[in-house]
C-alpha cells in the first residue's frame, strides 16, 4: 500500500473566515454559561427530546459540559486538519489530485467544526433561556435545522470531491 502524498496547504480566505468565526463561536459557547452561571437555578434543563420538550435535568454546573465538549472538538479537529493525508476519502488520493482534495477535505472538516460550535451554542443559549423560564421547549424545528446544517455541507464537499476527482 503506497502512502499518501503529503502536501502543505495554504489556507484561502474562506478557510481562514471559517477558523476565525469558530473560534468567536468557541469564545461564545463559553462566555454564555459562565455569564448566567450565577443566576441559573441549582437545576436545570439539560437535555430536550425530538420534539424540543425538557426530558432531563441536572445540577447546573452541567452547564460547562457543551463547552467542555467543544473545545475538545475545536482542538481535535484543528489537529486533524493538519494531517489531510490521514483523513477518509471517497476517491482514490494520487500526488496529481491531493492537493485538491485535501483542500476540500480540511475545508469540510472547518465548516462542520463551525456549525457544531454554532449549534452547541444555541444549545447553551436555550438551555439558559428554559432554566431562567424565558422559553419552555427548543424550536419543533430545531432537530430539523441541525440535521439539515450539517448534512447540507457533507453531501456538498463528498460530490466535489467526486467532481474534483473527474477534473483531471
Not at 123 to 150: D, N, P, R
Request: charged share 15%; with cysteine.
Amino acid at each position: 500500500m503506497n502512502p499518501r502524498p503529503k502536501v502543505k496547504l495554504e489556507l484561502s480566505p474562506a478557510d481562514k473566515a471559517f477558523e476565525v468565526v469558530s473560534f468567536v463561536l468557541l469564545l461564545l459557547l463559553w462566555v454564555l454559561p459562565v455569564s448566567y452561571y450565577s443566576c441559573l437555578p441549582q437545576i436545570i434543563p439539560i437535555h430536550f427530546n425530538a420534539a424540543g420538550k425538557v426530558d432531563g435535568y441536572g445540577i447546573k454546573a452541567t452547564i460547562f459540559l457543551l463547552p467542555a465538549i467543544g473545545l475538545a472538538l475545536f482542538a481535535g479537529l484543528k489537529v486533524l486538519n493538519r494531517f489531510p493525508q490521514i483523513h477518509n476519502y471517497a476517491v482514490k488520493i494520487t500526488p496529481e489530485n491531493a492537493l485538491k482534495q485535501y483542500t476540500n477535505s480540511t475545508r469540510l472538516v472547518r465548516v462542520i467544526n463551525m456549525i457544531v460550535l454554532f449549534i452547541f451554542a444555541l444549545i447553551v443559549f436555550e438551555i439558559i433561556q428554559t432554566a431562567s423560564g424565558k422559553s419552555s421547549a427548543l424550536s419543533i424545528w430545531f432537530l430539523a435545522f441541525t440535521l439539515l446544517l450539517i448534512l447540507v455541507p457533507v453531501t456538498f464537499f463528498t460530490v466535489k470531491s467526486f467532481s474534483l476527482n473527474r477534473d483531471k
